[in-house]
């Protein structure tokens, strides 16, 4: 094992000292909190629940191009905590990430936005959520399970190559 990480010493000039074709990625520029909801409608009553509440989770990602050549991906994560009884919260969060790609081909732009840009995002939304459930008096708090990006837009390709067909059928 060597101490020399991946990045150190990798590029001379702009070239790889390999000799190989240079590799494609990308840099994180900028995270932000687009929108953060949080509701506990009901406290303190949804404080003292017996049990576990049923959990309904919505994600989406979202990327779009900048016109300075930048891209700017949205991972939209919604958590809604009930009972029989009453709501216990509603959390909502719009996180995003300012990324610039290097050396990547037209061909894998859109996976790397909506796989591996949201993977490196979600560590972080996923902190947001655990505090704000937190302030808002859960204990512990709620601690999203990891998320399969590259599962959602596989299923997302799907829907969309059967969508046509599946309209012309109806």
């Known amino acids: 094992m060597t101490d020399v990480s991946p990045t150190d010493n990798a590029f001379e000039n702009g070239q790889p000292q390999t000799g190989g074709p240079p590799r494609g990625g990308f840099r994180i520029l900028a995270q932000y909190v687009r929108d953060l909801s949080f509701e506990n409608p009901n406290a303190p009553d949804s404080l003292r629940i017996d049990g576990k509440p049923a959990i309904d989770m919505g994600v989406e990602m979202n990327a779009q191009g900048r016109p300075d050549g930048l891209f700017e991906v949205e991972l939209r994560l919604s958590i809604k905590a009930s009972t ?10 719009q996180y995003g990430g300012l990324f610039a790609l290097h050396g990547v081909a037209e061909q894998d732009i859109e996976p790397l936005l909506l796989i591996e840009c949201p993977r490196y995002l979600f560590p972080f939304a996923r902190e947001i959520i655990a505090r704000a459930t937190s302030d808002g008096g ?7 399970d990891p998320i399969d990006f590259a599962g959602i837009y596989v299923a997302r390709q799907q829907s969309i190559a059967r969508g046509p067909a599946d309209q012309g059928q109806a």
């Open 84 to 93: 029989d009884a009453m709501t216990v919260f509603n959390v909502e969060l």
């Open 138 to 144: 859960f204990y512990p708090p709620f601690m999203l």
